[in-house]
């Protein structure tokens, strides 16, 4: 049986390296396996661009995160389904979440100026 690189680099599992390194970041591991984390903006219209954002580059990585949004928070949840673990998938797409969290907070502090 014939696997796509890009569907073997899905299935391998986020090692303790990688676990450590987003816990340095704030991300935990949750009762259900799923890496999570929460993220607070000023206000709910920019969670809501904050989640477009996420799902333009989950849409990019065929990869989709679940999103909690309640008012000027979002809490994502990240685990790939097909194998109930979290894999290296999840790490980049945790990245990539850290990314746009980042430049979303940084243009908000240059508009408060």
């Known amino acids: 049986m014939r696997v796509s690189l ?7 599992t986020l090692t ?3 676990v450590s390194r ?8 949750n009762e259900k ?11 709910h219209s920019d ?3 904050m989640s477009y954002e996420i799902t ?8 989709h995160p679940e999103m909690n949004i309640k008012y000027r928070f979002v809490t ?3 685990r790939t389904n097909d194998v109930q673990q979290i894999t290296k998938t999840d790490e980049e797409l945790a990245d990539l979440i850290d990314g746009i969290y980042q430049e979303m907070n ?3 502090k240059k508009r408060d100026k």
């Open 6 to 12: 890009g569907l073997l680099k899905e299935y391998i």
């Open 16 to 18: 303790e390296q990688g």
């Open 22 to 29: 987003l816990a340095a970041r704030n991300w935990s591991v």
């Open 33 to 43: 396996g799923q890496l999570t984390k929460r993220f607070a903006l000023k206000s």
């Open 47 to 49: 969670i809501g661009l």
């Open 56 to 63: 333009k580059v989950a849409d990019k990585l065929r990869h």
């Open 76 to 78: 994502i949840f990240l």
């Open 106 to 108: 940084h243009s908000e």
